[in-house]
């Protein structure tokens, strides 16, 4: 069984960082693409950027200047690096892994919350 295990969300003033780790445990084949998401209270789920097995990313417009996702393929993992924070980037943050097969599978979320 697939687990996503996100960490490193909690409460930051604006203008301060913040990093998100998320670590893929059990019976995984090679991961092809990692992404982050975000979902603010009353909005939907938005993606935040994706990372290929490569390492080519993507990201949000609005994100690209402040956010940078990397990955790690030998533990697993995704990290999110954010930077100049504002109280709009507060939301719960999720990750997710696609597989070669493309079946997905969810973090459970992990909350970030930007102060004014």
């Known amino acids: 069984q697939v687990q996503l295990v996100e960490s490193g969300g909690g409460l930051v003033q604006a203008g301060g960082s913040l990093g998100l780790s998320c670590a893929a445990s059990g019976s995984i084949p090679i991961i092809n693409t990692m992404a982050w998401y975000r979902q603010a209270p009353g909005k939907q789920r938005e993606l935040v950027a994706t990372?290929?097995?490569?390492?080519?990313?993507n990201y949000a417009d609005s994100l690209k200047a402040r956010f940078t996702i990397s990955r790690d393929n030998a533990k697993k993992t995704v990290y999110l690096q954010m930077n100049s924070l504002k109280p709009e980037d507060t939301a719960v943050y999720y990750c997710?892994?696609?597989?070669?097969?493309?079946?997905?599978?969810w973090g459970q979320g992990t909350q970030v919350t930007v102060s004014s």
């Open positions: 997710q892994l696609e597989l070669f097969s493309g079946r997905a599978y």
């Open positions: 990372i290929t097995l490569t390492g080519s990313t």
